[in-house]
């Protein structure tokens, strides 16, 4: 009667960004709610032409997105609970795709010089394909990594001959044990953080891409014999 072996098999690499998406907001309060408005579009303005500027002519940008121009009102309170006079907030949210990081350097230097306007976020990703390349390989990769594991396990027993009977995505067979699937799912996972600036001791801004984790993860069962 063979033996039953059953294991996890997993792999993760590191990949080089190759895209970098930017979120990018302008906001701005006041009394009057014509003037906030008017303020908040013509910063918009200035973003709105860079971005148009930089999908056009050299495909530094491969794709943006803004929201429209979202005004509300309020009216606060002071510390001594007395509510204060009405006031305006108009906010416009942004989101470019960048390929070229040379050029994102160069937007953020920009639009973090234009009023009421903030960079929120870089995110770091790799294409659609190179992403489907990735987790292919790391697939792959997994379930040589399980096949090792029950041949390890196999002779450690003093047996020699391996066959495979099951592969499964994490969670399918029941017997592999707990946190199936918790961090590895077979699929790629896309880093971000927040805006990683090298000191560029007054020189132009220097941005430190993260790199790409893409993690697979498989149960495999094996007869040993």
Not at 9 to 14: I, K, P, Q, R
Not at 175 to 189: N, R, Y
């Amino acid at each position: 009667m063979p033996l039953v072996i059953t294991v996890r098999g997993e792999h993760e690499s590191w990949h080089p960004a190759e895209r970098g998406i930017v979120h990018l907001s302008v906001a701005i309060d006041g009394p009057d709610r014509s003037e906030v408005f008017d303020a908040a579009m013509q910063s918009s303005g200035r973003v709105h032409a860079l971005l148009t500027q930089l999908a056009s002519n050299d495909g530094a940008v491969t794709r943006w997105s803004s929201d429209t121009v979202r005004v509300t009102s309020q009216r606060p309170w002071n510390n001594a609970g007395e509510q204060l006079p009405l006031v305006y907030s108009a906010t416009i949210g942004y989101i470019a795709r960048f390929r070229d990081f040379e050029a994102l350097a160069m937007f953020i230097e920009y639009v973090s010089a234009v009023d009421h306007t903030t960079v929120a976020l870089v995110e770091w990703e790799l294409t659609d394909e190179a992403t489907r390349e990735a987790r292919a390989e790391a697939r792959h990769l997994a379930v040589i990594d399980a096949y090792t594991k029950a041949r390890e396990y196999a002779e450690s027993v003093g047996l020699s001959e391996v066959t495979t009977t099951a592969i499964a995505d994490p969670g399918m067979l029941a017997d592999v044990g707990p946190g199936s699937g918790s961090e590895h799912s077979g699929g790629a996972t896309q880093a971000s953080a927040r805006m990683m600036v090298a000191p560029a001791a007054g020189g132009p801004l220097a941005l430190n891409p993260q790199n790409i984790s893409v993690a697979a993860s498989v149960e495999a069962r094996f007869h040993a014999s």
